[in-house]
């Protein structure tokens, strides 16, 4: 069974950067896509990135050209990389995993 740890959220200002992190333990063979999701306040959780076990990703399109995601499978890590943060991206950002696993989520606020 896979446990996610999701790390790294925190406070920041419109305009700047923060790294999220996700690390899968647990008993398993091989972790395959990994994908970020988020919730805000009152919002339905959403789709934020994901990426293949062959590093193949694709992003929402309010993220695109702002977020990158990437992976260490030799550490079965994953990494979202957040630029230009918006106050819209504010929220519990998951670690989410086939078959429905998800981590317990990290808070970013994006001051205006």
């Known amino acids: 069974q896979v446990r996610l740890v999701e790390s790294g959220g925190g406070l920041v200002q419109t305009g700047g950067s923060l790294r999220l992190s996700c690390a899968a333990s647990?008993?398993?063979?091989?972790?395959?896509?990994m994908s970020w999701y988020r919730q805000a306040p009152g919002k339905q959780r959403e789709f934020v990135a994901t990426i293949t076990s062959d590093g193949i990703a694709m992003f929402a399109g309010s993220v695109k050209g702002r977020f990158a995601i990437s992976r260490d499978n030799a550490k079965n890590m994953v990494y979202l990389q957040m630029n230009s943060l918006k106050p819209e991206d504010a929220g519990v950002y998951y670690c989410?995993?086939?078959?429905?696993?998800w981590g317990q989520g990290t808070q970013v606020t994006v001051s205006s």
């Open positions: 989410n995993t086939p078959p429905g696993v």
């Open positions: 647990g008993s398993f063979s091989s972790i395959k896509a």
